[in-house]
Nanobody, 118 residues
Framework: QVQLVESGGGFVQTGGSLRLSCAASGRMFSTYAMAWFRQAPGKEREFVASISRSRSSTEARFTISRDNAKNTVYLQMNSLKPEDTAVYYC?????????????????WGQGTQVTVSS
């Protein structure tokens, strides 16, 4: 019912920036709670940022935003560190509010790899 496709990952040096994009299907995208999570090899998936119509949540260096006209959510990542290296996933929660718990999200993209070199 909801398809998500991430893009924008790649290789970047420490201190650099990347902007990830997540294109979503569905004409009710504006009502979806959206989030970004990441997972490094051997580690648990962790919350990065989330956004709804009324609020957003970010880490200090990361900013989430959305363009409802394009059915797209973004993650602007600045001052990247090697510890940020992970697969980044976009997630959607239709007709819901944003949370930090990955279990609350029903749909997931395939992920996009971010590698930060020192």
């Amino acid at each position: 019912q909801v398809q998500l496709v991430e893009s924008g990952g790649g290789f970047v040096q420490t201190g650099g920036s990347l902007r990830l994009s997540c294109a979503a299907s569905g004409r009710m995208f504006s009502t979806y709670a959206m989030a970004w999570f990441r997972q490094a090899p051997g580690k648990e998936r962790e919350f990065v940022a989330s956004i709804s119509r009324s609020r957003s949540s970010t880490e200090a260096r990361f900013t989430i935003s959305r363009d409802n006209a394009k059915n797209t959510v973004y993650l602007q990542m600045n001052s990247l560190k090697p510890e940020d290296t992970a697969v980044y996933y976009c997630a959607a929660r239709p007709a819901g509010y944003s949370t930090t718990n990955d279990r609350d999200y029903d749909y997931w993209g395939q992920g996009t790899q971010v590698t930060v070199s020192s």
